[in-house]
């Protein structure tokens, strides 16, 4: 929670996009790992994992077969795992997609410390990486360090325009910092992108509400549960808000 409001953040782990060269895995682990990446590849992390396991017995110095077991738990959401096969490897090896993994396993684990400094070494190692950045900000978010998130999720709109999530965050910076026209403007911009993203319209909602305005929160709203929005507080918070204002019929019939 972030004052009376919950706190709406998109978070994004990073798709594996390592250019695999054979030389860096021994010959004789090669073969597992070629079928770990194979089932990685579509969405088999289970078993995958056997396999990069396997690969990693038989060459334990391979940082790259242990980057893609790292990238196999967090699909699975198992942080911790993922954490301690990140952290075997020296942090000087992990690329910069498995530094930007590192920091949001910590954040899913609620260490926001370590996912802040693991994140901001994955923006030192590549400035522009995009999702570090949006992810960065999060973290600052969460760590209400509304400054430090607005610079980093300014610099991810500044270099990727089109990135929907990435003006939902900084409008959601821009409210921390009772900048609720500017916080406005980015959630629409987020919603021009793509107009799919429920939260985006719960943000819109909640900025309203600040400002007392209860139709056009009540729209926004009514948006939200519209879009499918799936948090159980804040379809809560939606339909007791529109219950208030007598608008039951903009609430969906299982929910009222």
């Given at each position: 929670m972030f004052g009376r409001f919950l706190l709406i953040i998109i978070m994004i782990f990073i798709p594996m996009a390592?250019?695999?060269a054979a030389e860096e895995i021994s010959e004789s682990a090669y073969a597992e790992f070629k079928k770990g990446e194979d089932l990685a590849n579509q969405g088999k992390y289970e078993e995958a994992i056997d396999h990069f396991k396997e690969a990693s017995k038989i060459d334990p110095y391979s940082?790259?077969?242990?980057e893609w077991l790292g990238f196999c738990y967090i699909n699975l959401g198992k942080y911790d795992d993922a954490i301690t096969t990140y952290m075997s490897v020296s942090i000087s090896k992990l690329s910069t997609d498995s530094l930007a993994n590192l920091g949001y396993s910590y954040f899913k684990k609620n260490n926001l410390p370590s996912a802040i400094a693991?994140?901001?070494?994955?923006?030192?190692?590549d400035p522009n990486h995009k999702f570090a950045l949006n992810n960065l900000g999060l973290a600052y978010i969460a760590n209400k360090e509304a400054t430090e998130a607005e610079t980093c999720l300014r610099h991810a709109t500044e270099l990727y325009p089109d990135f929907a999530e990435a003006w939902n965050n900084l409008?959601?910076?821009?409210r921390?910092?009772?900048?609720?026209?500017?916080?406005?403007?980015?959630?629409?911009?987020?919603?021009s992108l793509n107009p799919n993203i429920a939260d985006t319209y719960y943000s819109m909602?909640?900025?309203y509400k600040l400002k007392e305005m209860k139709k056009e929160a009540g729209d926004y709203y009514a948006k939200y549960l519209q879009k499918g929005g799936d948090n159980q507080a804040k379809i809560?918070?939606?339909?007791?808000?529109?219950?208030?204002?007598?608008r039951l019929s903009e609430i969906p019939k299982e929910l009222r």
């Open positions: 390592f250019g695999i940082s790259v077969v242990k693991y994140l901001s070494k994955a923006t030192a190692k409008g959601i910076a821009l921390m910092k009772g900048k609720a026209d500017e916080a406005i403007e980015c959630y629409r911009k987020a919603i909602a909640v900025v809560a918070e939606a339909v007791g808000f529109l219950r208030d204002l007598g």
